[in-house]
């Protein structure tokens, strides 16, 4: 169970966090002391996950100094500043050398749920390692599973980048991952003693963005009532993280690009050059080269980001690893929700087997909890899993959407839909499109006998964009042959 550690002289102030963080799913156990050296002595021998300090403690010197001394037995323990109402400078100035976040009295039962929530997330990023599958035998880590030639490849690029300090950016399909390889490098680099942050792109709205980013000064804009530190002064030594960078607003990009080259940067509605030392990992589910192309994305920051890239393989491209991954998801799951299997019959594998995952491994970890969620007995029967899993063909014989045996295109694309829409699926705009690509650009290449240089002519786009399609599609071209005067392509790999 997560813990809390409240370092308040004030037994009220215990109590509100105490109540507000039991009504959190799972609770959160709330350990109280009163004073700065209780505080310290606990950290040592408790190790809790997160820490709420009062600022005013009446036998500490400074709140500032008892801050740096919590850091120095543990510099990855998320800290949470607790303020009276108009004193902030001083938990301000502690944001800048690292904490995490500050609650102003009265305190909002809420806001001290959702800061205290969001540490936690930031602790386990931090404190969990994830292991190489080599020689591991801690079943405490997070273990990237999966022994395919195309994941031996991503374990051989993180074994190379995670000890050089230079940007990475993480490619691949929504659902593959790409936030356990970025936690992966992070736990191998010399910052792994460092803090590490992550950030969605695409989960904060626009307006809000630069904000979280770089911090803004007080009267920058409206709401701006106190000066906020971002996440990149925030982090200074450490890691940024930064999920979905496909979906940065062109306006910001820029601003990301000087902090890479200079590590340097000005908060929202400031004149003051603030310095610091972040490594960036980003990642992405989009074709930069497209967005590129189509000046949706600035060339200079994708230079700049595409130093060193992993790709992630989509999981109906990793082979047994979708077996292995389901075995391991179903002994995790199943103690946590208290099932005990004893029996994976070959039907069962086989269903999954044969299943397109076009949400990759989160939709195989959805499934397998819903399966233990309807399960009776001990053996994981077909009839348990989804009827969506059970009820669908592979993603490849969905794409075939033509009339044949008297269906329409229509029909056979709303059966997919009602399908996923039971499964109630969270990425159906992409599963859709990845249907219709895919049927498009094999209709093409059958049409062009699997020359890619017509293929891409008849489609409008560049032949790397087809290429970066045809891999990421799956799409395997079994012959390629001259037409006219063009020369053959070579066959896409698989």
Known sequence: MPTALV???????????????????????TISVSTAGEGLETIRKARPSVVLLDLMLPEAASGLELFAQIKEIDAKLPVIFITASGSSDTAIEAMKLGAFDYLQKPLDVLKVRELVGQALEVWSFMHEPVSLPVNTTND??????GDSAAMLEVYKRIGRVASQDVTVLIRGASGTGKELIARAIYHHSHR???????????????PLLESELFGHEKGAFTGANS?????????????????????MPLALQAKVLRLLQDQQFERVGGNETVRTDVRLIAATHRDLEEM??????????????????????????RGDDLLKLARVFIAQLGAEMGKQIQEIPPQTLDILRHYSWPGNVRELQSVIRQALLQMSGRVLLPRFLPEAVRGATAIGEHADL????????????????????????????EEVLEIMERQLLKRVLAHTHGNQVQAARTLGISRNNLR???????????????IGDEPADEPAPE
Request: aromatic content about 6%; glycine content about 8%; proline content about 4%.
């Open 140 to 145: 405490e880590e997070a273990t990237l599973v």
């Open 468 to 482: 970066g399609k045809i891999r990421a599609l799956g799409i395997v071209i079994e012959q390629a042959v001259n």
């Open 227 to 247: 000066r906020r530190i971002g996440k990149f002064e925030q982090c200074s030594g450490g890691t940024i993280f930064l999920d979905e960078i496909g979906d």
């Open 292 to 317: 590129v192309a189509q000046k949706e994305f600035r060339a200079d920051l994708f230079f700049r980001i595409n130093v060193a890239t992993i790709d992630l393989p989509p999981l109906r491209e």
């Open 402 to 429: 033509t009339a044949e045996g008297g269906n329409s295109l229509g029909t056979t694309l709303d059966k997919f839909i009602d399908e996923r829409l039971r499964a109630e699926t969270h990425g159906l705009y």
């Open 192 to 206: 792994a003693r460092k803090p590490f942050l992550a950030l969605n792109c695409a989960a904060i709205p626009e």
């Open 7 to 29: 370092i308040d002289d004030d037994r009220s102030m215990f109590h509100v966090i105490k109540q507000s963080l039991l009504k959190c799913d799972p609770p959160i156990e």
